[in-house]
């Protein structure tokens, strides 16, 4: 699993970290129109942060991957990421919201997903 957390922690942490400092030129990259209102910045600044803490948390866990706490954070990362693509899919649909970026991002949090379900899965065999 630490390959896992490894790239979910890099991914969240630069994403999170432009979500920060340039909230609406990361939202016009995946979504194809900018953030106009201040509290559209502000609630961008928010996710920002919100994906810094899940990169941070996702990078202090490496060492420790098989805690229950460890399962938890996968559990939370798999229904982040399942989330992630209902949102974007939702939005590209019925918005056309598409920026230069979406179809990456759709691609890897369907893929971080999967992956999620299938350290848990195979813990749970193992378990067995």
Do not use: N
């Not at 900018?34 to 609630?43: E, H, K, N, S």
């Not at 919201?97 to 193992?126: D, I, M, N, Q």
């Amino acid at each position: 699993m630490k390959a896992l957390y490894t790239l979910t922690a890099v991914t969240e942490v630069v994403t999170g970290s432009a979500l920060i400092w340039r909230p609406s030129a990361v939202v016009e990259l995946l979504l194809g129109a900018p953030l106009d209102t201040p509290a559209a910045m502000t609630l961008g600044r928010v996710a920002g942060v919100a994906l810094f803490a899940l990169g941070i948390a996702c990078w202090l866990a490496r060492p420790d991957a098989r805690s229950r706490a460890a399962r938890g954070l996968v559990t939370a990362m798999a229904l982040y990421d399942a989330g992630v693509v209902v949102i974007l899919s939702a939005a590209g649909i019925q918005s056309r919201l598409v920026g230069v970026a979406f179809w990456p991002a759709a691609v890897l949090h369907t893929a971080l997903g999967v992956w999620c379900v299938e350290r848990l899965r195979r813990k749970a065999v193992l378990d067995h």
